[in-house]
């Protein structure tokens, strides 16, 4: 996987702050950027042990996804200065487990686009993204009533909300797949698949020379 700049920024400012919060006691920060780091490096570990070649796309969007949701959420208190914030994540959240089930269902087809029905693909890709999103609102659900915590904020409005804009994220990442099984080119998430696809050409032997 070749250097991302971006990437190294966050670690260096996650390592930097969570110095800082030690030194000066602010256990709360430091365990939120202890727990930040840890879970970026995730992936790139994840990649090496079942032996994936991460795009550097891939593997950025899901270093600032992290560093995003849990950081700059937290410590910087972003979902309540900004009442998009939430929506932004679970949008983009969305669309990348869309584009994680096709490659997923893609995979089991060995990269014959042929073999692969591209509605059908598009369809399980779309069912599996909702899933994560829905088993996401009742994880929220159940640390609210069991906790006392306020993840769902405004109740039912924020569930449904966020179920809508997890719809919307999954057609999209769905609808990559799709286009890609029909061989446009139109980059964007289409081109982050192709890419995927070129980097791991043992999972997907049956790939055109086309991809």
């Known amino acids: 996987m070749r250097r991302n700049y971006a990437v190294y920024a966050i670690w260096a400012f996650l390592t930097l702050e ?7 006691g602010r256990w709360t920060t430091a365990f939120v950027a202890a727990a930040t780091l840890g879970l970026s490096a995730l992936p790139a570990l994840f990649a090496a042990r079942f032996d994936i070649r991460l795009p550097v796309s891939f593997f950025a969007a899901a270093v600032l996804f992290i560093f995003a949701t849990i950081y700059l959420g937290e410590v910087g208190d972003f979902y309540e200065r900004y009442w998009w914030w939430d929506i932004m994540l679970h949008g983009g959240s969305a669309m990348g487990f869309g584009l994680i089930g096709f490659l997923f269902v893609f995979m089991l087809f060995e990269g014959n686009r042929y ?6 693909v598009a369809f399980i890709s779309f069912c599996f993204a909702v899933t994560i999103g829905a088993v996401w609102e009742i994880f ?46 139109l980059g964007g998430p289409i081109a982050a698949i192709e890419e995927f696809v070129r980097l791991n050409r043992r999972l997907f032997r049956k790939a055109t020379r086309r991809d």
């Open 140 to 185: 929220e659900f159940g640390m609210d009533q069991l906790f006392g915590f306020n993840m769902q904020k405004s109740g039912l409005t924020d569930t449904m909300t966020d179920l809508i804009v997890n719809c919307a994220g999954a057609a999209v990442g769905a609808a990559a797949g799709y286009f890609y099984l029909k061989g446009r080119q």
């Open 115 to 120: 073999a692969a029905p591209p509605i059908a």
């Open 18 to 24: 969570l110095s800082v919060a030690l030194v000066t």
